[in-house]
């Protein structure tokens, strides 16, 4: 991996800290009620959910009460974060876990080397049953969107392309807002595909 520090200071600064973190639990509980509704909305029904790069969890609570009776894993590089909150230890390189419904991999890829990238692209495919729920930052958001003094710039910077045509070459289709579906999940009008 590109940084092998996922320690307190690197949770301190880029999740605890509300004058320097990137993302908020109040952003996540809003994203995870998009992406359960747009799956319902689909008709994509969602029993299982795998969150490769957890974190703090922040998924955890939301996603459940968005989806009832979905079972959320937790996997999560950070030893630190696994001893401190209990997730499984892996990768999204190289989890060999079990496939879920839905996958959920937030601010995790850029972290990784463009080989390692690659593997988790398949890492994703095998284990996303239904759909995918993929955030990475792109060299796009990197010169356009991000705000510098809040983002870390420990990362790999890669294409858009890298990830969308990675993914579809993979059998997904995007749907806007960083979900994908499996081609054979769900029906997407043109206008639906992002």
Not at 6 to 28: E, H, I
Not at 110 to 132: N, S, V, W
């Given at each position: ?50 969150d490769l790069g ?20 937790g996997v999560e ?60 930052v792109t060299r ?55």
């Amino acid at each position: 991996m590109a940084r092998t520090r996922f320690d307190a200071a690197y949770y301190a600064r880029f999740y605890r800290d509300p004058r320097r973190r990137v993302g908020s639990q109040k952003g996540t509980e809003r994203l995870a009620r998009f992406v359960a509704s747009y799956l319902a909305h689909l008709d994509v029904k969602v029993k299982s959910v795998l969150d490769l790069g957890c974190g703090l969890g922040w998924w955890r609570a939301p996603i459940e009460s968005a989806i009832p009776g979905a079972r959320w894993r937790g996997v999560e590089h950070s030893e630190h974060v696994c001893r401190e909150l209990g997730w499984e230890q892996g990768s999204v390189v190289d989890y060999a876990g079990r496939p879920a419904d839905l996958v959920i991999c937030q601010g995790v890829l850029q972290y990784l080397t463009d080989r390692e990238a690659t593997r988790a692209l398949g890492t994703l495919a095998r284990t996303a049953k239904k759909a995918l729920y993929l955030e990475a930052v792109t060299r796009e958001d990197w010169d356009e969107v991000l705000d510098r003094e809040r983002s870390d710039d420990e990362i790999e910077v890669r294409p858009l392309a890298f990830y969308r045509e990675g993914l579809i070459r993979r059998g997904f289709v995007p749907c806007g807002g960083g979900l994908f579906v499996k081609g054979e999940a769900a029906t997407l009008f043109a206008l639906e595909r992002g």
